[in-house]
């Protein structure tokens, strides 16, 4: 008698943990695209960040360009040392410039566009699910 109450509740475990699977994958599915959004918020974040210094070195060239018109006015109006200033400060915005577009190639190469940590956790997932992974021995 044992042996058919043993061999019942072993039926019925079996049965509720095939009952409990589509939650189970529900689950996992939804802790899968919730780690998908913060993935890619953080890296849009990184992705902002360089585009506001490619932003920024825009600015101070649309500036510089400013300033050496100025400057080219300047020297060919009158042949004076002031055409020399403003050469002088279009050099230092080229200098802005530059150090505001290394900074913005810098982050953006920090970030893929892809959500590389997702794609891996839903390969392990699958493998799981396949049952193609290696065990661990204790």
Do not use: C, Y
């Not at 072993?10 to 780690?35: C, F, N």
Request: charged share 15%.
């Amino acid at each position: 008698m044992t042996d058919q109450n043993s061999t019942r509740a072993q039926k019925r475990s079996l049965i509720s943990l095939v009952a409990s699977l589509p939650g189970l994958l529900i689950e996992l599915v939804k802790s899968e695209l919730e780690q998908l959004k913060t993935e890619l918020i953080r890296k849009a974040k990184h992705a902002g960040i360089g585009i506001g210094f490619l932003a920024a070195a825009g600015v101070f060239a649309f500036f510089a360009v400013g300033v050496l018109t100025a400057a080219a006015i300047l020297g060919l109006a009158v042949v004076l040392p002031a055409w020399l200033a403003a050469l002088i400060v279009a050099a230092v915005l080229l200098v802005a410039v530059t150090i505001f577009v290394l900074l913005g190639v810098a982050q953006l190469k920090k970030t893929s566009p892809e959500p590389t940590e997702t794609i891996a956790s839903v390969r392990s997932d699958i493998r799981a699910i396949k049952g193609t992974t290696k065990r661990s021995r204790p």
